[in-house]
Nanobody, 125 residues
């Protein structure tokens, strides 16, 4: 079993930066594919980025390419999302998720077995 706890959200002005962290418990973290999703009010959960267990393969949604970067530190059981050049449309609750099979990163929420509680990111204009 894997437990996930997000942190690092907050209020930031447009053009600013935040770094989200996802701390994982459980011995299987290093073999999981990890991902970030986000959900804005009234909208469906949206894929942001994902990274394979060895950090060799990652994927970013077109809407965040060039602005957000996913990374992980298996020694610390932690995944990160560096968010730069934030826009008001990035406002959402950000969730981390784990795929225990360690598969190639996928954008479909149903592929992921465990989820964190989320952290709020608000970008003001």
């Amino acid at each position: 079993q894997v437990q996930l706890v997000e942190s690092g959200g907050g209020l930031v002005q447009a053009g600013g930066s935040l770094r989200l962290s996802c701390a994982a418990s459980g011995r299987t973290f290093s073999r999981c594919t990890m991902a970030w999703f986000r959900q804005a009010p009234g909208k469906e959960r949206e894929f942001v980025a994902a990274i394979m267990w060895n950090a060799g393969i990652s994927s970013h949604a077109d809407s965040v390419k060039g602005r957000f970067t996913i990374s992980r530190d298996n020694a610390k059981n932690t995944m990160y999302l560096q968010m730069n050049s934030l826009k008001p449309e990035d406002t959402a609750i950000y969730y981390c998720a784990a795929d225990l099979r360690g598969a190639t990163p996928r954008a479909t929420p149903s592929r992921y077995d465990y989820w964190g509680q989320g952290t709020q990111v608000t970008v003001s204009s």
